[in-house]
């Protein structure tokens, strides 16, 4: 029998998994579980110092939506599903896939994802630190009423394997789907390997 489900699953030890109603990576909302946890604030390379250069009202230890002036290119990476993968993933030229997005931030050092509303059909695997934030339109305001959906065809929607630092993902809708030709494949939303200090909230 085919089933949605959720892995969360470790070949050592799983420290620390939220899925909580507001939960930040820093915060003691993990009952003590995972106390000093850094925010997502350190990634190098943002500038001379190895520190992102936000805008000056912008606190990366809050949600977009309560700090929409981070819902910036010199923070992020920009993703619609009417975009291009070939552009640069800014607010004007989004990219067309999370995927390439978490690559674009990665390499320029960029700690948070910003998709707006539209479905998108890649999976997604993570193997760095990073935070995906959906609630946006595609003029990029935040609203509890633009829902992104991550749902490939087949397979795992997102997986996180072997992250060291801080993951978190928050108001993106994550289906999974069963291959048609495998019998009683499952359809698993999200799996999780290996990570110590992942959250997801609002999904």
Same mark, same amino acid.
């Given at each position: ?87 640069? +993933? ?80 928050? +108001? ?32």
């Amino acid at each position: 029998m085919r089933r949605l489900s959720w892995f969360l699953a470790s070949a050592a030890s799983i420290a620390c998994i939220r899925m909580l109603g507001a939960c930040y990576p820093g915060t003691d909302c993990d009952f003590g579980l995972c106390p000093g946890l850094p925010a997502l604030d350190y990634v190098p390379e943002g500038g001379a110092d190895g520190q992102i250069i936000a805008p000056a009202d912008c606190d990366l230890a809050k949600s977009p939506k309560d700090s929409p002036a981070c819902i910036d290119e010199s923070v992020g990476i920009f993703v619609s599903p009417e975009g291009d993968d070939g552009a640069t +993933g800014t607010k004007e030229a989004p990219v067309r896939n999370i995927a390439k997005a978490v690559e674009l931030g990665a390499a320029r050092g960029r700690p948070r994802i910003y998709v707006c509303e539209g479905t998108y059909d890649s999976n997604v695997h993570l193997e760095a630190s990073v935070a995906i934030f959906g609630g946006l339109t595609c003029a990029w305001a935040p609203s509890d009423e633009a829902r992104p959906k991550l749902a490939p065809a087949k397979g795992i929607a997102l997986q996180v394997t072997k992250v060291e630092g801080p993951v978190q993902v928050e +108001g993106i809708d994550i289906v999974g789907s069963a291959d048609a030709a495998v019998p009683g494949d499952s359809a698993i939303a999200a799996f999780v390997s290996e990570s110590s200090n992942v959250s997801f909230r609002d999904v």
